[in-house]
């Protein structure tokens, strides 16, 4: 018997399997696709009501927000309008990421309606250093960002944390997990917000 014909007969119910499982898995994937989108939709949207307590719902913005991330990888960025009970705008939010000192970061960003001043971020995912890194977490290091200028952030070793400006003071111990929320900051809010203002979403013509 010919080689290919004995290696077939041994092993067609190993390749029947892998075929069945196969397509299981990737009709059960495109089955729970719309549910997965939901519930990241739904713990975005959850994240960003505490961020922006008087936004009621949240409206995805349409047209592409497209920004260059470090290394010239290009991403599109899910934008969402933030609406009061009265439908007026009181923020916007939006997804966004980069690498610390053990791997990706994950931040839900909210800023005013205005976009010229940060409402705050939490931490979606992370995997910095337990006791260091992970201070990112943490109410005395977010809270520096709350008020402070939509614009290009700087970090800083030492100074006031109480002082609400573009200066982000390090966490000690920690100071590559605290430059890499500033980097996310300042990748995402500077190149989000000039074509905001091309589309008529914010500014003059918001």
């Known amino acids: 018997m010919p080689k290919i014909g004995y290696f077939i007969q041994q092993s ?26 939901q519930n990241k939709t739904d713990k975005l949207n959850h994240r960003t009501m ?18 260059e991330l470090p290394g010239g990888k290009k991403e599109t960025v899910k934008l969402y309008k933030a609406l009061s009970e009265t439908e007026q705008c009181v923020g916007w939010s939006f997804n966004s990421g980069g690498y610390g000192f053990s791997g990706k970061i994950e931040l839900v960003v909210a800023v005013n309606e205005n976009f010229d001043k940060i409402a705050g971020f939490d931490v979606i995912v992370s995997s910095e250093t337990p006791g260091f890194g ?6 005395s290091f977010r809270c520096q960002f709350i008020g402070a200028p939509a614009d290009n952030l ?53």
């Open 154 to 206: 700087k970090l800083v070793k030492t100074g006031d944390r109480t002082k609400i400006d573009s200066e982000i003071v390090a966490i000690t111990g920690a100071t590559v997990s605290s430059q890499a929320v500033v980097n996310i900051f300042n990748n995402y809010i500077t190149k989000i917000k000039p074509q905001m203002m091309q589309k008529g979403l914010i500014g003059n013509a918001k």
């Open 134 to 139: 992970d201070q990112i977490k943490t109410i």
């Open 12 to 37: 067609w119910l190993l390749i029947v399997s892998s075929f069945c499982f196969g397509l299981l898995i990737a009709v059960t994937d495109a089955a729970l696709a719309p549910k997965i989108e």
């Open 50 to 67: 505490a961020l922006l307590p008087a936004a009621k719902h949240f409206v995805p913005v349409d047209g592409n927000i497209e920004i």
